[in-house]
């Protein structure tokens, strides 16, 4: 997969806190998919919204039964300030969740077709599932979902360039067998799975690729 591909794979993930210093059954959560503008999408802000620069990131999906969706966040909006600090990319965004906690409010601005609007957002605790992709993004590596009756193979769609992942040999297209010597044949165990793994020690993964069994170990985020 291409690096823009891979870029894109991981900006699409939950919006969630990416530290990995803070302790995983920490994490703050907001649940929406995100992404960063092109250089098109920011000069058409800029004209617009009559701003010097554009910036900001556009949600994509607002996800049933979040607190974004409680707050009255939508799909479309861009998201130009977390607190009174202005939001620039997605990275910043997430790093500005992860310094939360669940439970506390927040003030996002989000600029739409009608104006810029002020949300007040109560972070919730990401569900574990969540905790578990998240780990995998932490670690450099995203699952696809199979397609509708195609094999369930835990097949891996993308690896971060110089991440514990690509470090650690895993590559795009491989079939993930074993988390931590435990057996994973569904998505939500491979979720279960990293959840239990967290962040703090090396993650031991067994592979299918083509026609061989390997053993890898990836470093862990921290380290």
């Keep these: 997969m291409r690096a823009g591909s891979v870029a894109a794979a991981i900006a699409l993930l939950l919006l969630t806190a990416t530290a990995p210093v803070i302790d995983a059954a920490q994490w703050a959560w907001l649940g929406v998919r995100i992404r960063d503008l092109s250089e098109q999408e920011m000069d058409e802000i800029s004209s617009r919204h009559g701003l010097r620069e554009g910036f900001g990131v ?46 506390r409010d927040v003030h996002l ?46 097949t891996v769609s993308a690896v971060v360039p110089k991440s514990p992942a690509d470090r650690g040999g895993l590559e795009a297209g491989d079939v993930i067998l074993q988390i931590n010597d435990l057996a994973v044949v569904t998505r939500e165990a491979l979720r279960e799975a990293l959840a239990d793994a ?26």
């Design 109 to 154: 601005t989000v600029l739409r077709t009608d104006g810029r609007r002020r949300l007040d957002v109560r972070l919730a605790a990401m569900p574990r599932s969540v905790v578990g992709e998240r780990i995998g993004a932490e670690f450099g590596f995203v699952v696809r979902d199979p397609e509708p009756g195609a094999s369930t193979a835990l």
């Design 58 to 103: 556009f949600i994509v999906e607002v996800m049933e039964g979040t607190p974004a969706q409680t707050a009255g966040l939508k799909t479309g909006d861009l998201v130009v300030a977390f607190e009174e600090r202005p939001v620039t990319e997605t990275r910043m965004l997430q790093r500005l969740i992860a310094a939360s906690s669940p439970g």
């Design 198 to 223: 967290g962040l703090e020690a090396p993650l031991r993964l067994t592979v299918r690729r083509g026609a061989s069994r390997l053993s890898l170990v990836l470093k862990a985020p921290s380290a």
